[in-house]
């Protein structure tokens, strides 16, 4: 999404632009299934947020719609460790008590000793355990929502960041909409992966698994992941003090598995585990524009992660069991389908989304959008703290490094 918003700004202004992918498709961390009939999401699910986001519109000229479905505690439905529902008052008091703890740690993290949002925790209940439900709650909320363990994430930074409003919507049509909308017209060479770029005398060398390309200037708009993995060579004088800025910022995982059940689920846009026992699951949606019964099943984290490294069997047998324990339907082997990510082992990727780890914050994701002389400029969800693991985060950015290559 960074780069197609780059290279759309400039072609619109004038530019000659040329993309280069190295998937047989474009959209990165937007990538829609469509092998059961109906559109499921592998990578990003929502637009987050209708007020001031660029893809409301891009939704309105592609004739897409849109479905307002809350992704996480609007119509939700939370169940204890039996499958018990949990009665909204005691989850409103033991959400009111997390909210409560997060704003002591707000309150105390601006001191310049840095610690974990786990510790900061601890220390703010003197060293006491949570109530289980506010720890179920604490993972729903953390977790799920950014792909990371409280043990990782900056105390003084991790929800710093900026919420459009709006509420969450869905697209119906499926999310790849929206880059096929922006690819329209661009010259972009599919299955290239670029493997260096190199400063000239005269300008920038591209080199790719197939060809070399000769650029007065170019946008970096690789993952987070790739970029910490050292895989593609880039001038020295450009990683300097990025490196360090990306040390601080972490890699996170989602794990998402979407499986046909066998009865109807209950009417309500998630269902939350909510107690200890049932993580690492962080939500489950029922999938309503499936033609039968189906549910997306998610996991952030180390936990997260550990699904997607395992076996697609493992992942099933984990999530049948949840299922048993909550006592849904369980998933329906009859129907020979399902759909799972697995973006922390993907090389063009290496993760879902960025956040800040200890000791990291905004002025490291400012660091890495960070233009390197007139040449090389930087984009992605990475290079925007107040927007960074969304779709419109990657497009704001991808825009902003256009206008500093059209300032030069
Ligand atoms: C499971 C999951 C759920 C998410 N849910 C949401 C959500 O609900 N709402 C939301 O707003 N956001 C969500 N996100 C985040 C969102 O998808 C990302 O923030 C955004 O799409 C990132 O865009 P990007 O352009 O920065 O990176 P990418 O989309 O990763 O684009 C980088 C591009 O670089 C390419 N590339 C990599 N290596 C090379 C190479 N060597 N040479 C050439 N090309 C290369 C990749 O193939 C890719 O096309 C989710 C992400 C995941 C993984």
Known sequence: MAGLSA?????DAGQSVTVLEARPRIGGRIETDRSAGFAVERGAGWIHGTQGNPLIDMTRRAGLSLRATSYDRGMSLALDATGMKIPPARLEAADAQLMDLLRQVDAQSDSP??????AALVRISHGGVLPPLVAALLRLEITGDLGADPEDLDAGSFDDDAALDGGDHWIVEGYDRIPALLARGLDIRLDEAVVSVEERADGLRVTTNRATHEADQVVVALPLGVLKSGDIVLPEAALGRRRQAMERIGVGTLFKLAVP???ALPAVDVILPADPALAPWTALYPLRQAPWPALMLVAGGKGGRALEQTSMESAMAAADALLARLQLPRIDRKRNWQMASDWSRDPFARGSYSFPLTG??????ELLAKPQGKRLFFAGEHCLFAHH????????SGEAAARDVLAT
């Open 7 to 11: 290279a759309r700004h400039l072609a």
């Open 389 to 396: 693991a969304t779709v419109h985060g990657a497009w704001m």
């Open 113 to 118: 000793a840095r610690q974990s949002l786990a």
């Open 261 to 263: 059940v066998t009865g």
């Open 360 to 365: 990291g914050g905004a002025k490291d994701f």
